[in-house]
Nanobody, 124 residues
């Protein structure tokens, strides 16, 4: 079991910045992949940024629309993942979720765990 708690969302003007945090607890050492997703009103949840392969040499991926503006990072000692968001636009508005893919003993794959989400609203 892994628990994920996001924080850092809020209301910001276009062009501004926010930093989201996701703290993992429980079996955090079993997290294989970890990332940020977002869901805008009336739209499907989409990947924003992620780490793949945390048990080896992790690779980062970003959706094209945030490349150069958003940065994903981790503090391993604190089991915390961050999303630094700069030059925010109204199109970045949505609920941002933290997701972890967790290795499970006796199971060959991973299981997804989600946080409760944090709202980001960008005003024009």
């Amino acid at each position: 079991q892994v628990q994920l708690v996001e924080s850092g969302g809020g209301l910001v003007q276009a062009g501004g910045s926010l930093r989201l945090s996701c703290v993992a607890s429980g079996s955090a050492d079993r997290i294989e992949d970890m990332g940020w997703y977002r869901q805008a009103p009336g739209k499907q949840r989409e990947l924003v940024a992620e780490y793949i392969g945390l048990s080896t040499t992790p690779v980062t991926n970003y959706v094209d629309s945030v490349k150069g503006r958003f940065t994903i990072s981790r503090d391993n000692a604190k089991n915390t993942m961050f999303l630094e968001m700069n030059r925010l636009g109204t199109e970045d508005t949505g609920v941002y979720y933290c997701k972890a893919e967790v290795r499970v003993p006796g199971y060959t794959g991973t299981l997804p765990y989600w946080g409760q989400g944090t709202q980001v609203t960008v005003s024009s």
